[in-house]
Structures are given as C-alpha cells and as structure tokens.
C-alpha cells in the first residue's frame, strides 16, 4: 500500500506568480463577481497562502484594479488596432462591432468581469468607462463624416455614445444567447446603425412633442 505524497509547490518568480493570480482573480471575478470571491478562495487556487496575495496585490480590490485596467486595455488596443486601418464608413464599424464580438467569444471571462458588479471603491462602472474610451476613439470618425454630409460634427459625441452603447448591450446579450452566429449579429448592428446614420434627419423633431405657440 503506498501512501500519497504532499504535492510539490511550484516554485515561481515574483513575476510568474503576479502572473498566475492575475490570471486566477480574472477567471473567478468573471465567475463569480467581485463581492462573492474571496482572498482566500484565490490564495487557494494559486496554491499560496494569503500574505502572497496581499504582498502583491495589496488585497482583493488592487488584484480586482490590476485586472480590470488590463482587460480594458486589451479591448482599446483591439479597437485602435481595427479603426487605425483606413476604410468605407461601413467597414469600420463592420470592424468595430467584430472586435467586440471577438472579445466575448475569445475572451469570456474578461468580458464577464467588466460586465459584473464593481466595488464601491473604483467610483464607477468598469463596463460604462470602456463604453465611454471606445465611444471616444468612434468619435472622430463620425464628426469627419458628419461634417462631410454637412453635419453639426460636435453631434459627434453623442451618436459615438449611442452606436457603442448599442453594439455592447447587444454583446451582453449575445453572450448568452447564441441563437445567431456572431457574423450575423455584426451585420444585423451595421445594418441598423448604418443604414440608420445614411439617413439621418440633420434637424431632428419628436413626432408627439407640443408646438408651443412664439411670441
């Protein structure tokens, strides 16, 4: 009868093991969230005791911090990467809506994470400040196009805001219902939105809004 022995911890340089719990604490935050994952729970997973955590990461909110800025680095870089190419108006936001996309097939549990609760302590929505520096990066090309059809381009900042917007609340949908392929559902966003912006009213009016009488 042979007895099992201890399994042997892996030794690893401060940089691997940075590493390993960054990688631990995004699976387990885009799993469970942020309040139901717990120091210990990562600390276990890693095979290392809690200090290690707290000897890098300060604790679960700089892990969760460290975690976030990288995913939502890794999203803007795909977007510069895709926008920085030139192109037809359609195509670049055929290449915006698949970056997306791309990112929820490829890298789920880094989606989950920007799409789940926050702490108090971060001060806002991981989910809204991507919105925010993607709809930032679309602006420019909108306000170039809207001053080219005579456009007001400082409208720019709001229909950047709305399109990005509508591509991403669309991606959390598509995440879990994958009724449609995610080519179909990029081509279904370009339709609506660029076929919607080709024939955009440059004085829009509300249909029900009372005309109140000048003078």
Do not use: C
């Amino acid at each position: 009868m042979t007895s099992s022995a201890p399994r042997p911890r892996i030794r690893m340089t401060g940089a691997q093991r940075r590493e390993q719990l960054l990688d631990i604490g995004r699976e387990l935050f885009g799993q469970k969230g942020f309040e139901a994952t717990s120091i210990e729970e990562i600390a276990a997973h890693a095979d290392v005791s809690k200090p290690v955590v707290y000897e890098h990461f300060g604790g679960k909110d700089g892990l969760y911090a460290v975690v976030v800025d990288r995913e939502l680095q890794l999203v803007l870089d795909r977007f510069t990467s895709a926008l920085a190419a030139p192109g037809h108006p359609r195509q670049l936001l055929e290449r915006a809506a698949l970056v997306l996309l791309d990112y929820i097939e490829e890298d789920t549990a880094g989606f989950r994470v920007l799409t789940r609760d926050a702490p108090v302590t971060t001060g806002g929505g991981t989910f809204s400040s991507l919105i925010g520096e993607v709809a930032r990066k679309v602006e420019h090309i909108l306000a170039d196009q809207f001053d080219a059809r005579g456009y007001d381009p400082l409208l720019a900042e709001l229909y950047s805001q709305a399109l990005v917007g509508m591509v991403a609340l669309v991606g959390q949908w598509w995440l879990d219902n994958r009724s449609l392929d995610k080519h179909a559902v990029a081509a279904h966003l370009v339709n609506l939105s660029y076929n919607g912006l080709a024939h955009l009213d440059p004085h829009p009016n509300l249909i029900d809004r009372a005309v109140r009488p000048t003078g």
